[in-house]
């Protein structure tokens, strides 16, 4: 893993009832392949081990404008959610669908994206949510 020495920006979501995501965290590496990997995290207390994690891994070249997923390898490859209490992993979700739209310039990631993802239960959560993420 290659990362970056400095990253800012916005990693939110809404995903009703839950409360509304806002990482407090983000980041954002390329990997050996090329691959785009985005983090954000959310910690009420940075020494908490209670956190919500959202991780989105887009294709080498993905080019800017709207995917749908699945679309393949040229799109996005996976959007992950978790969120731990008192260090237990309490839900983990996975992408099953979802629309993003995605305008990338060197050194600053933007991706808007509306997804349905599924968690271990079965239930669907319904998530809206923006990444604005700057490296320098």
């Not at 050996?32 to 294709?59: C, E, L, M, Q, W």
């Amino acid at each position: 893993m290659v990362a970056t020495t400095k990253n800012s920006g916005t990693f939110t979501a809404k995903m009703p009832p839950e409360p509304d995501f806002n990482a407090t965290q983000v980041q954002v590496y390329t990997d050996p392949d090329g691959k785009k990997h985005f983090s954000g995290t959310y910690r009420a207390n940075p020494t908490d081990h209670d956190h919500r994690v959202f991780y989105i891994i887009t294709s080498r070249d993905i080019p800017n404008g709207k995917h749908e997923f699945p679309s393949g390898p040229d799109g996005i490859q996976t959007v992950l959610y978790s969120q731990r209490v008192d260090n237990v992993e309490v839900t983990r979700a996975t992408i099953e669908k979802g629309t993003f739209t995605v305008e990338f310039h060197e050194g600053n990631y933007k991706i808007g994206f509306h997804a349905d993802l599924r968690d271990r239960s079965g239930k669907l959560i319904d998530v809206l949510g923006n990444v604005d993420i700057t490296e320098s």
